[in-house]
Nanobody, 123 residues
């Protein structure tokens, strides 16, 4: 499985961005997908996850109500819509796929990772 994240950029506080993660492989629709982020000098942290059934995404408290995860299994793409962005959202954002199992908030549960896309939010 190969993952390609895109859509990052520079945005002012209060703005929006939509990240995309395109996946190769016919089994994409069966993989729980996650989004994580890593700010400079900090550990990678969980942002959100969505099951393969596209049911009830789960979010970190810091982004809940502002970020929305969705997926289009027909197109092999998962999205992260980010609204009302804050400077503390600045980080490299990664998408990840888990082969088998259920959605997880733990990075070590994921088997494949995209290369990351930079999101910078200015104040």
């Amino acid at each position: 499985v190969q993952l390609q994240a895109s859509g990052g950029g520079l945005v002012q506080a209060g703005g929006s961005l939509r990240l995309s993660c395109a996946a190769s492989g016919r089994a994409f629709s069966s993989y729980p997908m996650g989004w994580f982020r890593q700010a400079p000098g900090k550990e990678r942290e969980f942002v959100g996850t969505i099951s393969w059934k596209n049911i009830t995404p789960y979010y970190a408290g810091s982004v809940k109500g502002r970020f929305t995860i969705s997926r289009d299994n027909a197109k092999n793409v998962v999205y992260l819509q980010m609204n009302n962005l804050k400077p503390e959202d600045t980080a490299v954002y990664y998408c990840a796929a888990r082969v088998g199992g259920v959605s997880s908030t733990a990075a070590h549960d994921y088997d494949y990772w995209g290369q990351g896309t930079q999101v910078t939010v200015s104040s």
